[in-house]
């Protein structure tokens, strides 16, 4: 896999890969996003967690550029996500939550179509392609047409997708909603992996705790816009843990509900928008 180039001018030392400082949005009376500081340090895996409607996808919408910046500051890398959005584009590789593969085309021939976009010099395209295939494990299926994959291939697939660019920035929309725990496995396997063999930063938004949990580095816990807790999973837990004074130690769905406290009927359980995106994902399948 590709070392994530520095190509467009390199950001001095320590500039933090994503930088938000009083970012609202709102869809007309609703504030989707209200007022929130973040900072993704170089080469971690950031988790922003929250249930259905938290504004996490609004906020990634933002930091992607494929949604304005009404009022705050974003940045990419340095970059100013209002005023350089070419810039930002540039140095990111985005997997949305809808469906972005071609079901009639191979895996190769999707990921060959996003080589294309990106505008990979063509004597390097076939050798990039198989290299995001061999990275997420496709290598085999490469040839196969995408209507004949698993949910959780057709996700790897959407991984290789983002990764032929060789982001610097990797953001992930929930990743692994309605794949079986083996498949979810498999996409963080592979998430981990090319994150380790190319430094590139990952930023997920996920409402399973145990998978922020077990992969990222720093989680912030999102409720109706805003940032509640923010820290690594060992640290939240600790925290609450000493906090509460019992002996059990808290899990990081513990710690969501002491800071949202209320409103969290739906963590853990389904919704409609849920249910209409788990059979979305069941129908890629079939
Ligand atoms: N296009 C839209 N038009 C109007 N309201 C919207 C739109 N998109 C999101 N919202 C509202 O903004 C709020 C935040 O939604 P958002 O999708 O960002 O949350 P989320 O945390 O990503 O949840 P989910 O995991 O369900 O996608 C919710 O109240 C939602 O109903």
């Not at 063509?122 to 997420?136: F, H, S």
């Not at 999973?233 to 600790?238: H, S, T």
């Amino acid at each position: 896999m590709s070392t994530p180039s520095g190509s467009t001018a390199d950001p001095p030392a320590g500039t933090d890969a994503v930088s938000c400082t009083g970012l609202e949005y709102s869809f007309g009376g609703t504030r989707a996003v209200d007022g929130v500081d973040l900072s993704v340090t170089e080469g971690e895996v950031f988790g922003l967690l929250g249930p259905n409607g938290a504004g996490k996808t609004t906020a990634i919408r933002v930091i992607t550029t494929l949604l304005p910046v009404p009022a705050g500051m974003v940045r990419v890398f340095g970059r100013d996500a209002a005023r350089q959005k070419m810039a930002v584009r540039r140095l990111l590789g985005y997997v949305p939550q809808q469906l972005s593969a071609d079901s009639a085309l191979t895996g190769r021939e999707n990921v060959s179509l996003f080589a294309r976009v990106f505008d990979i010099p063509r004597r390097e395209r076939a050798e990039r392609v198989a290299e995001a295939l061999e990275a997420v494990g496709l290598t085999e299926v490469a040839d196969r047409m995408a209507a004949t994959y698993s949910g959780g291939m057709v996700r790897r697939l959407e991984l290789a997708q983002a990764l032929v660019s060789a982001p610097r920035l990797l953001i992930l929309d929930e990743p692994t909603i309605g794949l079986d725990p083996i498949a979810r496995t498999s996409v963080w396997e592979r998430i981990t992996e090319v994150r380790a063999a190319t430094g590139m930063t990952v930023l997920v938004t996920t409402h399973y705790m145990d998978e922020a949990d077990q992969y990222c580095d720093r989680v912030a816990l999102m409720h109706l816009g805003r940032i509640r807790a923010l820290g690594t999973p060992e640290q939240l837990k600790a925290e609450l843990g000493r906090a509460e004074g019992s002996d059990r130690q808290p899990t990081l769905e513990d710690v969501f509900r002491h800071f949202a406290d209320s409103g969290l009927d739906n963590l853990g359980g389904e919704d409609f928008r849920d249910v209409r995106r788990t059979r979305r994902t069941a129908s890629r399948v079939g």
